[in-house]
């Protein structure tokens, strides 16, 4: 690797190789931000009007945080649930890989291809690991095989992963749905305890607020929780097909032998305006 | 049988093969314990809260339950509701088979097909009395159709047991959405005469309570009930579309007599990350 | 016709022939039953909480049934929602001609034109007066149409019809939109009613039930006559498309003067594995 | 033209040519109609029950109908909202072509052109001012463009065409939207007055029948005027690309010189049973 | 430039060129003064029911607007967010280019480099750099592009630039959703609350008027703001479509070298009927 950097100072750039694979697996704060604003809000709005205490009631927590669960788990698959639940936890804190950084290595890989021939390309196949759609793709164009089948596998690849993050996204996206609901069921069984028992009118003030609590606490778990995650999961799916969609441009350059000027053009295309790559200039 | 793992103890590999068979119509505990779990949530709340027989009320029980059924059966025909009766008690138990358990399948049988020739198979095929669409696309190669008759043949079956599958989930879909109409029905003429009748104030609050609980059975039944079991039946039939594609793959690698390793890897673009095979190394 | 069957027992078989001629157009039970049922669920709740004659109330009827017909004319055209209406009819009694049988009557007739040449079909037009679709599309096979102009014409006229059939139930679909929204309109004017006259408390309660009657119509009109509907046409419409389909099948296998046995292997794809027909065995 | 019709009394038919031409645009009632009938009900319903004057309050007038004038105009462009209310006008009144005389028309310039050529349809384009589509087909056509062009080229005009309609069922279909949402907005004004001042219970109805107006105003402007106006438009604009497709057929067989008895088996199949012409019979 | 007008006055026209480049980006007045409207409408209503200051309350505008702004940044990233941000703004004044104009501009480059080659557009670049998109296709085709080429390069940013769009709308949409949803979580704190407190009647009304205040809040930000942003983004994004492929249909006409009378054909199918061009008569 250090001969190869020698021979040729444009290909070694370690700048533009080295950092993009650091930066690719960011902080995302946004979510985490969010979600905590949110909950301050709520929070306040609560401790200003006076009385916390009111807004904690056990058995609601577990009708509504127990139910949801319960009847999201029914719709699909205890395996589904907990990928769904790793998915969610990760769309909390990880950005996905920059796509203006995909464009920048695909392109350095096309020009080393171009350069040393395809082949080459072999050495630097470890440099990727962190990189596993890229890595494949270029493993098929290295083992020879032609560009249709190249696009082919890797496009049913493309396609399976979304298809798999929908689902994932999906799960949230019925949990949102599943929360409110709950919530109603929780406030319904309060409410028709409580007017069977309008006797002390006393007590009907302090019942319809607990009963009330449960749809509370649906609203906030959906909204707060569910629905976002939901639109993170899929927002996140859209930036990794993007970026899967330019590696695999890249790979099919470099098996077509292409001039890496026309990646760079098409490449171009897929990317907003401020994001776009000027590799050769 | 046993001659033929002698002669070739790789193709016997029994270990293989079998276990799929018998894990393939496994049992999926998450519909049951989810439903389970989400019952002892909804009692609870009511125990906790008293007077749990104010909550049965067999007239609401019967106009809601009573109502949904004959609604559904109205959208659809007697056939279309009792295939859906059974695709949903199948939901609540069964597991649909395993991708990765397909793959190998596939790949055990490709790699017979390609050692000792597409005819070989026809001694196999008893095996695969479980699994019919195999058992079917391996039959048309063996009567030796061109694979893209194969290909458009069994895809036509895929996509119409896919619309199959869609028509049950879409009659229990349905059934979601009229339980909650049903339920504010009954609510509608226990409001309408509660209110006729408002000269007794004592009987405010439980002609209230009565009138509703239509619309408690009728969230209950829809979220706890009939929407689970329309996802649950989406998500069998994603998987068993998944299972036939993989199936499919193989029967056409079979038929175009193509290397078992690029099936392999094709069968790999589809499957997700953490079951995919390898079968070759 | 009988010097055919005498000289060919096989075809003659009138068993296979008439019965389903017979069979098709049969009548179909689910979706009267339905409403029945779902109705006397509905009275028998309204009798046993007493006071039935509150709950009917000409204006209220009048503003919900005939604001409903005026809106979804102004929808659509008198036409189409005189064809809805008649179409509405046609699914409260008419089932839809059974694929099965449409399946075996594509073999009888590919088989026919297979042993004694398509020509020979002329004479068996005149059994399926009751078949338009087929009558058709055999008439352009044996007008010598070359297979692509017979899939086109007869694809283009399956859209057309399935268009026409999914505009008819979006008549429904719309009815059923605006009944409750008629029904909400009335409630409305019920209540500014009633609240601008709080002064006798003595009638507000009747005055309410009297308000909240249109919405009850409207919740009836919607969820047991125009929703069902509207599913159960959309339903038959897909089933007479199957049935046309297979119909398509069979004129392309006649044709293509293909084997009918290719035929049979084809329309079982899209037969559900209870209904596949075993012609050939 | 005189000369013309003496040469081929078939051709000159001009019952066949103009009385199309007449009843094209005609006028459809089913919008009217409705309307008046739905308006009647509701203002039937409000008489009935007394106090029409509390039905009338020009604030809340102001705040729904100006509001969601103001809020769909936001959503468009001024030009898009004006050729909206244009649309809106011309649905309620004008009927769009009929299909079957599309058809006729078609059939009619097609066996002119096959007797006599297509260059002498360049007399009859004169009659066709009232038709500008089928008008700029014939004219590509007899300015010799080949059949993919003249196909490509009417196709594009067709999608436009559509997608604009679209766009103006899209404005009232939104305005269907915001008026609700602007009624609610105007009660939830009115309800936090009258809760801010409880004082006098006598003021409490009266004013809570002020803040329902809005809804009400909302829930008529709705779905009377907006729901069905948006759907006649998008049903006048299917309407319309139908009779854009045959009249395309027609001039895409005059392109071809093809035999017009094909033509009229084609533009069968789009037109729906009651309504197919026998031309050629 | 001025020798070019010279020697063709025809191609100098400019004031055919240059008045476009101006008007495009022109101002669009229908959104601020839609929004100056609703809003006064809403104030005139509620200055009208007189006590405008109880329609102020600082808690419930930070919950509702922070939590909006805070869910929806959890959905999206902040790049997302604060690109939607700068393209609200941008909807609220900005007028997308008018497609009668961008073909008339590529109508004048189409005739210019059919009157004098290709490559002669070269010197008119400079005059583009208003329109990207138009420079950048040209860029491609004066570089030699063969047209397939220019067609998938150009289409793809097309099609990546209306997923761009889509998603800021997108983001709105989303806030749109949200907002509300922060209402009725605010109304259910409060009236948890108020509930809790029923002790002194005297407070309900004021305790509830404040607790509506999140969902009037709620409605006025999705219905006033958000939804009708979403929807100019969407109708803006549709204009900047129609006018790129108005450009991209210019630039393949350069590219194939076709007659520009053509053009002015294909781009006449596109446009309204009333915007079409007639450069050529």
């Given at each position: 690797m250090a001969e190869f950097s020698q021979s040729d100072p444009r290909l070694g750039r370690p700048a533009a190789v080295?950092?993009?694979?650091?930066?690719?697996?960011?902080?995302?704060?946004?979510?985490?931000?969010?979600?905590?604003?949110?909950?301050?809000?709520?929070?306040?709005?609560?401790?200003?009007?006076?009385?916390?205490?009111?807004?904690?009631?056990?058995?609601?927590?577990?009708?509504?945080?127990?139910?949801?669960?319960?009847?999201?788990?029914?719709?699909?698959?205890?395996?589904?649930?907990?990928?769904?639940?790793?998915?969610?936890?990760?769309?909390?804190?990880?950005?996905?890989?920059?796509?203006?950084?995909?464009?920048?290595?695909?392109?350095?890989?096309?020009?080393a291809?171009?350069?040393?021939?395809?082949?080459?390309?072999?050495n630097r196949?470890?440099?990727?690991?962190?990189?596993?759609?890229?890595?494949?793709?270029?493993?098929?164009?290295?083992?020879?095989?032609?560009?249709?089948?190249?696009?082919?596998?890797?496009?049913?690849?493309?396609?399976?992963?979304?298809?798999?993050?929908?689902?994932?996204?999906?799960?949230?996206?019925?949990?949102?749905?599943?929360?409110?609901?709950?919530?109603?069921?929780?406030?319904?069984?309060?409410?028709?305890?409580?007017?069977?028992?309008?006797?002390?009118?006393?007590?009907?003030?302090?019942?319809?607020?607990?009963?009330?609590?449960?749809?509370?606490?649906?609203?906030?778990?959906?909204?707060?929780?569910?629905?976002?995650?939901?639109?993170?999961?899929?927002?996140?799916?859209?930036?990794?097909?993007?970026?899967?969609?330019?590696?695999?441009?890249?790979?099919?350059?470099?098996?077509?032998?292409?001039?890496?000027?026309?990646?760079?053009?098409?490449?171009?295309?897929?990317?907003?305006?401020?994001?776009?790559?000027?590799?050769?200039?």
């Amino acid at each position: 690797m250090a001969e190869f950097s020698q021979s040729d100072p444009r290909l070694g750039r370690p700048a533009a190789v080295t950092p993009p694979l650091r930066r690719s697996g960011g902080f995302d704060v946004a979510t985490l931000v969010g979600l905590a604003v949110a909950v301050v809000m709520v929070i306040g709005a609560i401790v200003l009007g006076g009385a916390p205490e009111s807004f904690i009631d056990l058995p609601s927590v577990l009708i509504v945080i127990g139910g949801t669960v319960a009847v999201t788990m029914m719709s699909y698959s205890i395996a589904e649930v907990s990928r769904a639940q790793r998915a969610m936890l990760k769309a909390l804190v990880h950005r996905p890989a920059d796509p203006a950084v995909a464009a920048e290595i695909a392109l350095t890989l096309a020009e080393a291809a171009r350069e040393r021939g395809p082949m080459h390309l072999q050495n630097r196949l470890s440099d990727l690991r962190g990189r596993p759609f890229l890595l494949r793709s270029l493993s098929i164009v290295i083992d020879g095989a032609p560009p249709e089948e190249v696009e082919r596998t890797m496009s049913s690849e493309i396609n399976a992963t979304a298809a798999r993050h929908a689902r994932s996204a999906g799960v949230l996206r019925r949990a949102s749905e599943v929360a409110p609901a709950m919530g109603l069921i929780g406030t319904l069984v309060g409410l028709v305890q409580m007017l069977g028992n309008l006797d002390d009118p006393g007590t009907i003030g302090p019942s319809m607020a607990v009963a009330l609590l449960t749809t509370f606490y649906g609203a906030l778990l959906a909204n707060l929780v569910f629905a976002p995650l939901a639109s993170k999961l899929e927002r996140n799916a859209a930036a990794e097909t993007l970026v899967h969609q330019i590696y695999l441009l890249g790979a099919l350059s470099i098996c077509r032998q292409e001039n890496p000027r026309r990646l760079e053009l098409l490449v171009n295309t897929v990317l907003p305006p401020a994001q776009r790559v000027r590799y050769f200039d």
